[in-house]
């Protein structure tokens, strides 16, 4: 037996009225059919989806596809095909800075390295699709941790899975100084604290409110001149905002 059924009622409701909507709704009456439940809580759970706006009715009474839920798909399909330009984004940062580029989103939590471009002799960084939880050891992940709710963040940082680290632990001040920094200005600089020899920058894509991926640079050696880390910083914010007006629509590139 599910420990939510009604969870579980709402969520079948709406698969069929997905499935459904090719055939322009689907009627009370089939519902209750498919979903073996009794009017009176088939009834309660569509006046939910109906006032949050995940369903609504067309003119014929079939229920479909509500505002909220439509535009829950168009964001996720509008998100999923980012991956078309990423490696477009990359070869930009790397071309103009000289670094290897690197692209993370975060899926379900955890840090998955979507796509990267080698600079010569630059650093290799992570590999691409590597899926990790060691937050942090990365400028990207302390931007992830930055939006977590306090409990949350504590357990991340308890339950980070750390592997085979070879570098320098951050100790607690230098964490609280990185997801200051993130919150702050939405880029972080390790300023090579972490690993010795590679110095790396991270800035945060934010869609509809929220952090969907970050864009970073490894920069080997960290005894680089400020001119240098700075021009870095503003061509990784300057392609996240574009990032962002590509997502958004704004600016369609």
């Known amino acids: 037996m599910s420990s939510a059924p009604g969870l579980e009622s709402g969520l079948k409701i709406l698969e069929l009225v997905i499935k459904s909507n090719g055939a322009d709704g689907i009627s009370f009456s089939q519902m209750k059919q498919e979903l ?6 088939l009834t309660r759970y569509l006046r939910v989806l109906l006032e949050s706006q995940f369903l ?4 014929n009474q079939l229920y479909v596809p509500g505002a909220k839920l439509l535009r829950l798909s168009n964001s996720v399909k509008e998100f999923g095909e980012i991956g078309a330009i990423s490696a477009v984004i990359l070869e ?4 103009s800075t ?6 993370i989103d975060y899926w379900h939590g955890r840090l998955r390295c979507r796509d990267k471009h080698i600079a010569p002799e630059g650093v290799v960084m992570q590999q691409v699709g590597a899926v990790r939880t060691d937050y942090i050891l990365h400028p990207w992940g302390y931007l992830w941790l930055a939006e977590q709710p306090d409990q949350d963040r504590k357990f991340l940082i308890e339950h980070a899975a750390l592997g085979n680290f070879g570098g320098d632990m951050p100790t607690e001040e230098k964490m609280e100084q990185f997801m200051a920094d ?5 880029w972080v600089d390790d300023r090579g604290s972490i690993y010795r020899g590679n110095r790396r920058i991270a800035a945060g894509v934010r ?14 050696d960290a005894r680089w001149d400020e001119a240098v880390v700075q021009h870095v910083v503003q061509v990784l914010k300057e392609k996240a905002a574009q990032v962002e007006a590509h997502l958004s629509q704004k600016n369609p590139m």
Do not use: Y
């Open 182 to 186: 993130a919150a702050r200005q939405g």
């Open 92 to 95: 930009q940062i790397s071309r």
């Open 98 to 103: 000289g670094f290897t580029a690197l692209w």
């Open 207 to 220: 869609f509809e409110g929220r952090l969907v991926c970050a864009i970073a640079v490894g920069m080997p």
């Open 36 to 41: 073996d439940l009794n009017a009176a809580s």
């Open 56 to 59: 609504g009715k067309a003119d």
